[in-house]
């Protein structure tokens, strides 16, 4: 095939699977799939410190991704010390 051949044949796929759905459908099947997991015991959900404490780890690698980017040494934050 050449290159031609080959965009048209892209240009005519369709969307499949979930891309082929509406967003108010997608959603509504993936809150079918989070009620059955809660069902089934397969979900969790977080206490207020369990939430409390991986901020604090996200908000700490975040900060050191951009310490590290900016050439600076990462600061430890008194904070996630604390915790």
């Known amino acids: ?3 031609n051949q080959d965009q048209k044949e892209k240009e005519r796929r369709k969307p499949r699977g979930f ?3 509406g967003a108010e459908f997608q959603r509504e099947i993936a809150a079918q799939g989070g009620r059955a997991a809660h069902r089934l015991g397969k979900a969790h959900r977080f206490t207020p410190q369990e939430a409390r404490a991986a901020a604090t780890k996200r908000h700490a690698a975040r900060n050191a991704e951009r310490a590290k980017a900016e050439g600076a040494a990462p600061v430890a934050s ?3 010390e604390d915790r």
């Open 19 to 21: 891309a082929a759905m």
């Open 1 to 3: 095939m050449t290159d």
């Open 78 to 80: 008194e904070q996630a």
